[in-house]
């Protein structure tokens, strides 16, 4: 099955920017999405943002619009999560999931398969 790679993160001060990349084994079918998510320590998970990969429809969580924006290159399988003003509420480790598009994109009981992960912290 298709693998996912998370890379770019690391620590920012407050009102930085970090460009995060999720890099596919494969190529991700396109009536799935690919979605970004954020667990900070004694947190439930949260969903950052998602993208359609039939449409490139987006969906971002409320504590990060107009922040946070995802692209994505086909030829490359790889999605971007492009995080501005970063913010330390921002730290966490940040996942990236894809799974069928069935709705709920920002919810991770969607998603079936996981990357392992990179550790964003930013420093006030």
């Known amino acids: 099955q298709v693998q996912l790679v998370e890379s770019g993160g690391g620590s920012v001060q407050a009102g930085g920017s970090l460009r995060l990349s999720c890099e596919a084994s494969?190529?991700?079918?396109?009536?799935?999405?690919l979605g970004w998510f954020r667990q900070a320590p004694g947190k439930e998970r949260e969903g950052v943002g998602a993208?359609?990969?039939?449409?490139?429809?987006?969906w971002y969580g409320d504590s990060v619009k107009g922040r946070f924006t995802i692209s994505r290159d086909i030829a490359k399988n790889t999605v971007y999560l492009q995080m501005n003003s970063l913010k330390p509420e921002d730290t966490g480790m940040y996942y990236c999931?894809?799974?069928?598009?069935?709705?709920?994109?920002?919810?991770?009981?969607?998603?079936?398969?996981w990357g392992q992960g990179t550790q964003v912290t930013v420093s006030s």
């Open positions: 494969e190529t991700i079918g396109f009536r799935n999405n």
């Open positions: 993208i359609y990969l039939g449409s490139d429809s987006t």
């Open positions: 999931a894809t799974g069928p598009f069935v709705g709920a994109p920002l919810s991770s009981s969607a998603y079936n398969i």
